[in-house]
């Protein structure tokens, strides 16, 4: 008599077979569909627990918190009285660092961060942060200690020329200023001094002339006509603009362009230099339309082929 051939070797049969063992008991029955797959469900996954998720969601705040810190927005704390009272000491801004990628400059009346031009913070005193204050300045929810950077508002562009005499008003571009809406209250638009108060400069291309609003209590491009940018600050140091005041939160409030920036006859003088600001923006949206009409009509075309009906995804 032949062997009896193991159960476990039989071949799978189809739905209205059974493989059976020597004494005819039914030993394994996998049933499949008309079509022969196997109709056991598959096994579900074990969900995995949060505390092993918890380091990936980590992970990739602290990713996005970077890109949002290098190419969109980063706070930063204002540390004197130099720009009250427009900001206090103590204020937290959120500064605009997307515009200068699409070519954008800083304009007249804008309030901008910058890096230290050369040396304007000598003899100011650093803080040294702990471990878990470099950590948050390294992902940009806290300012860097380390990169000496510095705020005030844009009085100058490439073209201008920027005058002071007496106590004021700020001449641009042989057009008064008026700055009652920011200067500090009890503060001359100009200081009648002999170590920079009194001016009369031409900004060259590619820099921009600062001021404080706390004109009395401000050391910026006036007092620094001696070091190598003679007081200018290169465009390339800009940081961005800050936008909005953003801590405490009773003090919340945008940053407005002051209105006497816009008076007729301003731009006379550095008319390329604010061509020169608005043009990549036209040249972005001259790039930008060809692309929408392409897309539109390559999803016309798959709508009449497929009958389907297709949703633009993040078009809101």
């Given at each position: 008599m032949d062997a009896a051939v193991p159960a476990a070797h039989h071949a799978v049969t189809s739905g209205s077979e059974s493989e059976t063992a020597e004494d005819g008991r039914v030993t394994e029955h996998n049933q499949t569909d008309e079509h022969g797959t196997d109709e056991t469900p598959p096994a579900e996954k074990k969900p995995?627990?949060?505390?092993?998720?918890?380091?990936?969601?980590?992970?990739?705040?602290?990713?996005?918190?970077?890109?949002?810190?290098?190419?969109?927005?980063?706070?930063?704390?204002?540390?004197?009285?130099?720009?009250?009272d427009t900001l206090q000491r103590g204020d937290r801004v959120l500064v605009?660092?997307?515009?200068?990628?699409?070519?954008?400059?800083?304009?007249?009346?804008?309030?901008?961060?910058?890096?230290?031009?050369?040396?304007?913070?000598?003899?100011?005193?650093?803080?040294?942060?702990?471990?878990?204050?470099?950590?948050?300045?390294?992902?940009?929810?806290?300012?860097?200690?380390?990169e000496k950077d510095l705020i005030k508002r844009v009085v100058g562009v490439g073209g201008d020329t920027v005058e002071c005499r007496g106590t004021g008003p700020l001449m641009v571009n042989g057009k008064a200023l008026d700055e009652r809406s920011y200067v500090y209250p009890g503060n001359t638009p100009c200081s009648n001094d002999d170590q920079g108060g009194q001016f009369r400069v031409t900004v060259p291309p590619g820099y921009i002339w600062v001021m404080g609003d706390h004109r009395q209590n401000s050391r910026d491009s006036r007092y620094n006509q001696t070091d190598v940018h003679h007081g200018m600050v290169p465009v390339k140091d800009v940081v961005g603009r800050a936008i909005v005041r953003a801590?405490?939160?009773?003090?919340?409030?945008?940053?407005?362009?002051?209105?006497?920036?816009?008076?007729?006859?301003?731009?006379?003088?550095?008319?390329?230099?604010?061509?020169?600001?608005?043009?990549?923006?036209?040249?972005?949206?001259?790039?930008?339309?060809?692309?929408?009409?392409?897309?539109?009509?390559?999803?016309?075309?798959?709508?009449?082929?497929?009958?389907?009906?297709?949703?633009?995804?993040?078009?809101?």
């Open positions: 995995r627990s949060f505390w092993k998720e918890l380091p990936i969601l980590i992970g990739i705040a602290l990713v996005l918190a970077l890109l949002i810190k290098t190419f969109l927005v980063q706070a930063f704390s204002i540390p004197s009285d130099s720009m009250q605009d660092k997307l515009t200068p990628w699409f070519g954008s400059e800083p304009d007249r009346g804008e309030v901008v961060v910058f890096h230290d031009p050369d040396d304007w913070l000598a003899g100011e005193p650093t803080a040294k942060p702990n471990a878990v204050q470099t950590v948050l300045s390294w992902i940009g929810l806290m300012p860097s200690a380390e801590w405490p939160v009773n003090r919340w409030g945008t940053l407005p362009v002051p209105d006497t920036f816009d008076q007729p006859g301003l731009n006379q003088q550095s008319s390329t230099a604010g061509a020169l600001t608005v043009a990549p923006s036209g040249v972005a949206l001259s790039a930008a339309v060809p692309l929408v009409v392409w897309r539109r009509r390559r999803t016309s075309k798959a709508e009449s082929v497929t009958g389907d009906t297709v949703t633009a995804t993040g078009s809101r």
